[in-house]
């Protein structure tokens, strides 16, 4: 078992140490668990830009001491890899990728969060948006997320069809177009794709992608990795048992994890 999305509790809206997520998941029998809470708002002139959504870049070097800690003391028992996840801000990467080239991460998360100036989350975004212009609407999405990819700054494309969360409509939206566009961009970066669970803490319920998604992600040839996205640690490796099963029935044989940025595939348990 292995779970690569983990928060805790400097984010501001997760709870539980790091200690906590490390030993929930020893208690689960996880083999590799990531470390990977948010990254600071490297882009913003303040500390601490947003406090209930990431921590304040005078914490993350604390935040990684602590991780690479916890990575010395337990090794032998469970694999710790020392992670983050980062926003994407079209043009203001540069920060993130100055400030992320100065510590030894193992693999770096690239999310979407804010989308064409809301939270993905936020379910005002949808008042002013009719029926018929749902399918760009999330064709803009999955291009957002291929745009992210292309940077070459990410290891794993975190929760890519996220936008659904908290309007499930947008499920059964179809954009095939920009979806293979998106897929194609994350396996030509050399990124994998995450399979994450915490769509079952949202409206939409179920996984990112979903299962639809992830056949074509097979079909064309995109890697991928485990993620609960826990935010408590009670969720580290959440239904992992049923993930397996559904990829396995696609034709899905492994995962990839990553040591100081080196993919590596380990199969299924």
């Not at 690569?4 to 509790?9: D, F, G, R, V």
């Not at 009670?234 to 559904?246: A, G």
Request: hydrophobic share 40%; proline share 6%; net charge negative.
């Amino acid at each position: 078992m292995i779970d690569l999305h983990t928060q805790h509790e400097r984010c501001g809206h997760a709870t539980g140490s790091l200690r906590d997520y490390v030993t929930a998941a020893m208690d689960k029998g996880v083999r590799v668990l990531g470390l990977s809470d948010h990254t600071p708002m490297f882009a913003a002139e303040e500390d601490h830009a947003l406090p209930r959504v990431a921590m304040p870049k005078s914490e993350f070097p604390a935040y990684i001491s602590e991780a690479l800690a916890l990575k010395e003391e337990f090794a032998g028992a469970i694999e710790i890899l020392v992670s983050t996840e980062a926003d994407f801000l079209p043009g203001r990467t540069e920060p993130y990728a100055r400030e992320l080239s100065r510590y030894p991460l193992d693999y770096v998360i690239g999310s979407v969060h804010m989308f064409e100036g809301k939270d993905i989350f936020d379910v005002t975004r949808w008042e002013a948006v009719t029926e018929d212009e749902l399918p760009a609407v999330k064709a803009r999405f999955f291009r957002s997320v291929a745009e992210c990819a292309r940077t070459g700054l990410f290891h794993v494309m975190g929760h890519v069809d996220a936008l659904k969360g908290n309007f499930p409509r947008l499920a059964a939206v179809p954009a095939p177009a920009a979806a293979d566009e998106m897929l194609v961009a994350i396996r030509d970066s050399g990124a994998v794709l995450e399979i994450n669970t915490s769509g079952s803490t949202k409206m939409c319920g179920g996984w990112y992608p979903e299962p639809e998604l992830l056949e074509r992600a097979h079909h064309f040839g995109v890697p991928i990795t485990f993620a609960s996205d826990a935010h408590v640690p009670e969720r580290v490796c959440d239904q992992y048992p049923e993930v397996v099963k559904v990829l396995d029935g696609i034709g899905f044989r492994g995962w990839t994890v990553f040591r100081r940025g080196e993919a590596r595939t380990v199969p299924f348990a």
